[in-house]
T-cell receptor, first 111, second 112 residues
Framework: KAGVTQTPRYLIKTRGQQVTLSCSPI?????VSWYQQTPGQGLQFLFE???????NKGNFPGRFSGRQFSNSRSEMNVSTLELGDSALYLC??????????FGPGTRLTVT | DAKTTQPPSMDCAEGRAANLPCNHS???????VYWYRQIHSQGPQYIIH?????ETNEMASLIITEDRKSSTLILPHATLRDTAVYYC?????????????WGLGTSLAVNP
């Protein structure tokens, strides 16, 4: 079974731009969660989607948004990029149960 | 939300058991303890989870104290490939609200 895939793997953007990241979950998984990882803050939860509905959200500004499609693929969007948004963005998929399976992440650099 | 406390770093000799502690003194009755690890530049990898009983799988064992305020992840025969950051996290579960609260983890160095 293929793992979680994330595209693109690396991205460089400038301040003020917007960016869209994509995540394809493991086949059959309906839950997709997004995390931001920075060296000083560790992994911080952004939001979780299940069957196209956002069912949980972390403490991030409204510039961070996401959505999930009927095939469970998910996208997250960050508008008006700031230097502090430079991070590794991780996507994790799961069933409605317990463990989550992470993708390799998208490394976003904002200059 | 329950938080976890882990030592920032640990060392272990190759072939020996690695015992990674975690404190979660504010855990509530319906919260599970999860362990993940992250090898440099990769996404976190699920290891094991438990509620109150000890658990074992092909990767590791999880020992949870009777009062559930702390736990220990045991890698029985550590190898160099086990060098990673290990995260102990508690799953907050309230109806459909479910998220994992991550700390900074323990950086485990397995030495030859």
């Amino acid at each position: 079974k293929a793992g979680v895939t994330q595209t693109p793997r690396y991205l460089i953007k400038t301040r003020g731009q917007q960016v869209t990241l994509s995540c394809s979950p493991i086949s059959g998984h309906r839950s997709v969660s997004w995390y931001q990882q920075t060296p000083g803050q560790g992994l911080q939860f952004l939001f979780e989607y299940f069957s196209e509905t956002q069912r949980n959200k972390g403490n991030f500004p409204g510039r961070f948004s996401g959505r999930q499609f009927s095939n469970s693929r998910s996208e997250m969007n960050v508008s008006t990029l700031e230097l502090g948004d430079s991070a590794l963005y991780l996507c994790a998929s799961g069933t409605s149960g317990n463990e989550q399976y992470f993708g390799p992440g998208t490394r976003l650099t904002v200059t | 939300d329950a938080k976890t406390t882990q030592p920032p770093s640990m060392d272990c000799a190759e072939g020996r058991a690695a015992n990674l502690p975690c404190n979660h003194s504010t855990i509530s009755g319906n919260e599970y303890v999860y362990w993940y690890r992250q090898i440099h530049s990769q996404g976190p990898q699920y290891i094991i989870h438990g509620l109150k009983n000890n658990e074992t799988n092909e990767m590791a064992s999880l020992i949870i104290t009777e009062d559930r305020k702390s736990s220990t992840l045991i890698l029985p025969h550590a190898t160099l490939r086990d060098t990673a950051v290990y995260y102990c996290i508690v799953r907050f579960n309230a109806g459909n609200n479910r998220k994992l609260i991550w700390g900074l983890g323990t950086s485990l160095a397995v030495n030859p």
